[in-house]
């Protein structure tokens, strides 16, 4: 059924419902769409168009829906709905009836779509900035172990002056940096949240929308109704980086094949990212690098695309934006499966420092070395340029490099050349007097690794950011506990309970969105409990949970506990931060009375684990 069906007297003809239903790619915003009408039900709640029982239906319900989703998305293909928003409020209202129709009040589909866009781009935006960052750190890994491997740098594909693998992987480590600070400045830009502005004009109820952002974990309430369900910039940024990014990836992937070429041997790509000929069999082919490298053209065309639809567009909504998702899916998830390829052509990667080195001292590459020795003997450098480039057809002539050349030789293009010049024509020369910053002599190549390695790490640290919780999560927090509850994860825990012991829970932050959280119990006996673990769906893998527990067993150790105990269905991630399995029988029975407000207490198939702080901490004091 169509949520606009009332002013029609016909139904749409089935072409068009085909052409213009969008559920077939739009189906990926559903657990966006579904965050977003909880979010609502509370704003809803807060100006008395919907009670407080009523709110809690209609969140149970959803979060009962996102539970679905989560588990098979592609079962939402099979609906005949227009749209995610139609299917999303279809199946409320098969959950909670009538009650199901009020949530949409106040909100219009295109206040909604901006809001659940916007979401999936911050949630994407940060998967990317992940992906970038292993790309980055397995290049850094390359590049040092590779200091002292010389390659032949290239200008115009003429072989130029000696520079080392090294550097030639850091030169694509700073591309990628920047794509990095490109996309966490078009992330921070996003950061606003559309919803409340109806359909052009704003919504007719006294919602606090400041409020209803943070609940969402936006920084802010966009400004203006108009401009909020007509702005497409993010979308268009996303695709701009992504697209400058794909042109990195494009050179990188073109260099590669250059060098992984026979007429090059300079590298030779592991089995796992090649392939061979279905007629030759001696080949080798380097198509994960073709791939990326035909790819870009394809990105490239998602962001003509979209700036082409909003040119000359009209405000405020028009059917035309509807053409926003498809060209940006494809686009960012081309761009996430090439940066995981190009990571993994890293990954056993072999390199022929050999055949490099060969290269590196053949096409005259110390050519320049030479005419920095003349400019030191007080020769202008014009006049030096001129002379080393007769002495290197005379080298040509002879067949010869020019290291090669004898003394008697070499005097015969200036007379002011001596023995000394011998030492100042070795690679190992070429590359020592490139000193300065960012040049290619070992020192500032080890400084270029060092750095690189310090800047990743200080930002994986930041990524995760834990703290104690505040009042002021109490949404984020009863939303988070209450939907892991449902799902029978933990223990149901109500709003009272949470403000009462607020003081126990910790939360996992990313640039400002609560991603988990988890709670250290603290039992009379001294014995402490970690409850309420979770991370936020699309924030799982990233170190959230590890963070969590790291900061609650620090507050533990704070607090001289000696014991710290968990009951887990995934036990093999606990054990992972040193717990070890234990017998339920050991725990306390005030512990186990908690577990009558289990709802799998008949069925329980959670395991023990515990950490012995005083053990742990005398096995560090033996260690150092």
């Not at 659940?116 to 970038?132: P, S, T």
């Not at 200091?147 to 002056?161: D, E, I, S």
């Not at 590298?267 to 791939?291: C, F, R, W, Y």
């Not at 002539?397 to 090669?404: F, M």
Request: charge should be negative.
């Amino acid at each position: 059924m169509a949520l606009w069906g009332g002013r029609f007297t016909q139904a749409a003809d089935t072409r068009f419902k085909d052409f213009n239903d969008s559920l077939r790619f739009d189906y990926r915003l559903a657990e966006q769409d579904i965050v977003g009408s909880i979010a609502w039900s509370k704003a809803l709640l807060s100006v008395d168009v919907i009670s407080e029982e009523e709110q809690q239906k209609l969140e149970l319900a959803l979060n009962e829906i996102k539970l679905q989703v989560m588990e098979d998305p592609h079962q939402i293909l099979h609906s005949d709905a227009e749209d995610i928003h139609s299917w999303v409020e279809q199946q409320l209202i098969g959950k909670v009836g009538d009650l199901g129709k009020k949530l949409h009040t106040g909100r219009s589909r295109n206040d909604q779509v901006a809001t659940d866009l916007k979401l999936w781009c911050r949630q994407q935006g940060q998967q990317l900035l992940i992906a970038l960052d292993r790309l980055q750190s397995q290049m850094v890994s390359v590049a040092a172990e590779h200091q002292a491997t010389v390659l032949p740098g290239y200008t115009h594909l003429q072989r130029a002056q000696p520079v080392t693998f090294a550097h030639w992987c850091l030169a694509y480590v700073e591309m990628f940096e920047r794509d990095y600070s490109r996309l966490n400045d078009a992330i921070t830009r996003l950061d606003t949240c559309p919803l409340g502005s109806g359909a052009l004009a704003g919504t007719a109820y006294p919602i606090d929308r400041e409020k209803l952002a943070h609940n969402l974990g936006f920084h802010s309430a966009t400004r203006n109704s108009l401009d909020s369900v007509s702005d497409r910039d993010h979308v268009m940024e996303l695709m701009s980086v992504a697209s400058i990014s794909m042109l990195h990836l494009s050179r990188l992937a073109e260099d590669m094949i250059f060098y992984n070429s026979g007429e090059s041997n300079f590298i030779e790509l592991a089995d796992t990212v090649t392939s061979g000929s279905s007629l030759m069999p001696q080949k080798k082919n380097p198509d994960a690098l073709e791939l990326i490298r035909g790819k870009t053209g394809r990105v490239y065309g998602s962001m003509a695309g979209m700036m082409m639809t909003v040119k000359a567009l009209p405000l405020a909504y028009n059917k035309d934006m509807q053409e926003d998702k498809e060209g940006l899916f494809d686009a960012l998830d081309t761009w996430n499966d090439c940066m995981e390829m190009a990571a993994l052509c890293f990954d056993g990667i072999k390199v022929n420092g050999e055949r490099t080195l060969e290269a590196a001292k053949q096409g005259y590459a110390n050519a320049t070395e030479l005419a920095d020795y003349l400019v030191a003997k007080n020769i202008p450098f014009r006049e030096a340029h001129h002379i080393v480039g007769v002495a290197v057809v005379g080298a040509i002539e002879k067949g010869c490099a020019l290291e090669e050349l004898s003394i008697g030789e070499l005097k015969a293009f200036s007379p002011v050349i001596e023995q000394d010049v011998y030492d100042i024509l070795t690679i190992e020369s070429c590359l020592e007097k490139r000193s300065a910053l960012g040049g290619v002599s070992p020192n500032q190549v080890a400084f270029a690794v060092e750095e690189a390695s310090n800047r990743l790490a200080q930002r994986n640290t930041s990524t995760v950011k834990v703290r104690p919780a505040r009042l002021t999560d109490i949404e984020a927090l009863e939303g988070m506990v209450t939907y892991w509850a449902s799902l029978g994860d933990n223990l149901p825990r109500s709003r009272n309970e949470l403000v009462r012991d607020i003081g126990s829970f910790a939360i996992a932050e990313n640039n400002g969105e609560v991603t988990g959280c988890a709670s250290l119990y603290v039992y009379d006996s001294g014995l402490a409990e970690i409850r309420s673990l979770g991370v936020e769906a699309g924030w799982q893998g990233q170190g959230q949970g590890t963070a969590l527990v790291k900061h609650l067993i620090d507050k533990a150790k704070q607090m001289a506990i000696k014991n710290v105990f968990v009951l887990t269905r995934t036990p093999e991630f606990f054990m992972k931060q040193d717990f070890l399995p234990t017998s339920k029988s050991l725990l306390p029975e005030k512990v186990l009375k908690d577990c009558d407000q289990c709802p799998r207490i008949h069925a329980c198939d959670e395991v023990a684990l515990q950490i012995n702080l005083d053990e742990q901490l005398l096995t560090k004091t033996n260690v150092a």
